[in-house]
């Protein structure tokens, strides 16, 4: 089965039995991954792009929308493997799901529901001011995150799979009211620094927010016109970027730091545990994404640390 003059043919396998799915007839040479995923999805409608990984070898990595089938190391009759993603959902929709639920849910104890700590009159408020700031910094912490999900970000992957979402909301949300409820306790206990305490951490909060919000702004110029294709992020005359200096994540630098200043604010162990759990997570995260860039970009600046700078 040759391949015609100018043109490729297209066998796409299933993944794990090897079983024969579709062939692409007269396929452009200059074909991109995303075209070819669009071919598939008209023989198979329930199979939407975002649903398909397409790979050379069937263990190995999908291939990216972008890629061009004459690039591939394949001939005129290229073999491709097919695995089902399952159900998927856009990230826009999961951003929104995850930090809307902490939002209201800190409410629910902020405003002292009957149901969470009972109907005692003495249970109604708070006589500690910390504890509405508090809820001020946490409420600004989740709006800002939505701002930036509507505005802001450009997301590489435009989906997941649908069955992460319960798993990511469970964390978000869960960890949302067991702080929630110990912050707005009737038996909660102020910093035991009082005012210079919590002073201090409200500084550092806003500017670790600061920082977060001009990072995340950086990395969406670099895909300003749409583009997918990674880029160095670098500096810009924005002193919070000035971190890009040393770091390749600056934006997880800066959201453990707003989550440490959480932490000194309200002096609060559950607090504390959930930073040093978004402190691991980002730490994954952002030794991954140094990882990439390393392996992308040869020119890729060798002073910078996944997170930490000089250390981590």
């Given at each position: 089965m040759g391949g015609r003059a100018g043109f490729f043919e297209v066998e796409i396998l299933d993944w794990k039995t090897k079983?024969?799915?579709?062939?692409?007839?007269?396929?452009?040479?200059?074909?991109?991954?995303?075209?070819?995923?669009l071919m598939f999805h008209k023989s198979y409608p329930r199979w939407y792009p975002a649903r398909q990984s397409i790979k050379l070898d069937p263990k190995g990595k999908s291939l990216r929308d972008e890629e061009i089938l004459q690039h591939l190391p394949v001939g005129t009759t290229a073999t491709l493997y097919f695995k089902d993603l399952g159900p998927q959902i856009g990230w826009t929709t999961v951003f929104l799901i995850e930090y809307t639920g902490p939002l209201f849910i800190y409410f629910l104890f902020y405003f002292r529901m009957p149901f969470v700590y009972g109907l005692d009159e003495r249970f109604t408020s708070s006589p500690h001011p910390v504890v509405n700031l508090a809820c001020i910094c946490h409420s600004f912490h989740y709006i800002k995150r939505l701002i930036e999900t509507v505005f802001v970000h450009r997301f590489s992957h435009g989906t997941m799979p649908l069955r992460n979402i319960v798993k990511?909301?469970?964390?978000?949300?869960?960890?949302?009211?067991?702080?929630?409820?110990?912050?707005n306790h009737p038996l909660y206990t102020p910093p035991s620094y009082g005012k210079k305490q919590i002073n201090f951490a409200v500084i550092m909060f806003l500017l670790c927010e600061a920082g977060n919000f001009s990072i995340h702004v950086a990395l969406s110029d670099l895909r300003r016109n749409g583009s997918k294709t990674r880029k160095i992020p670098y500096p810009t005359k924005n002193p919070f970027t000035w971190l890009f200096f040393f770091v390749s994540c600056p934006n997880y630098t800066y959201e453990v730091g707003t989550w440490i200043s959480f932490t000194i604010m309200t002096q609060c162990v559950p607090v504390g545990l959930f930073t040093l759990l978004c402190f691991i997570q980002m730490t994954i995260w952002a030794k991954d994404k140094h990882c990439t860039y390393l392996r992308e970009f040869k020119d890729y600046p060798s002073l910078r640390m996944p997170i930490i700078p000089f250390l981590l």
């Open positions: 079983k024969p799915l579709c062939f692409l007839d007269k396929v452009e040479p200059n074909a991109t991954i995303r075209e070819i995923r990511n909301c469970l964390y978000y949300w869960g960890f949302a009211a067991w702080l929630a409820y110990y912050i």
